[in-house]
């Protein structure tokens, strides 16, 4: 029986993902396998390439030759080179991690509580305002000196009755 690494196909129309699956060479594209031993999301940006080399490595021990588009994911996984005996490509691009979407919302939430807390006055009650009210009446008034000039305009000359 012959062995192929090869990719069964998933997901939806123009969205396409695949697993990488170990199945005889016989079977339909999407039908049964022995194994699934990756996966690869192509229209994700970088590709999503996961491969368990474990597994890839003993099923390419034994014998199962991978297709052309399985043989290209594992050159750049660095699998193949690996099984071959040659020195490793440059590493993959590998896409940032998502933030926690809790995490987000708290953040979001606590920036939404400040702003909104620095832009409105607090609400006192009616007791807070009369205690606020007191000891501004309680306290003793300085005195201000006031100079008691008239202004130069109430002045009338001598000459001018």
Do not use: C
């Not at 996966?39 to 014998?63: C, D």
């Not at 896409?95 to 987000?104: G, M, Q, S, T």
């Not at 006031?146 to 001598?158: I, L």
Request: proline share 9%; hydrophobic share 40%.
């Amino acid at each position: 029986m012959a062995v192929k690494i090869k990719l069964k196909r998933l997901g939806m129309i123009r969205n396409p993902q695949y697993r990488i699956v170990i199945a005889d060479s016989r079977t339909k594209r999407d039908g049964r396998a022995i194994e699934e031993i990756g996966l690869y999301h192509p229209k994700e940006n970088p590709s999503r390439i996961e491969v368990n080399s474990e597994r890839a490595a003993y099923w390419l021990g034994v014998g199962a030759q991978p297709t052309e588009p399985v043989l290209k994911l594992l050159k750049l996984t660095g699998d193949w080179q690996k099984f071959k005996g040659e020195p490793a490509p440059a590493p993959l691009l590998v896409a940032e991690p998502k933030a926690d979407r809790h995490a987000v919302y708290e953040s979001a939430a606590k920036e939404a509580l400040s702003l909104e807390a620095a832009t409105t006055p607090k609400k006192t009650t009616r007791k807070a305002a009369a205690k606020a009210d007191e000891p501004a009446a309680e306290a003793p008034a300085e005195p201000v000196a006031v100079a008691e000039e008239k202004p130069a305009a109430e002045e009338k000359p001598e000459g001018e009755a």
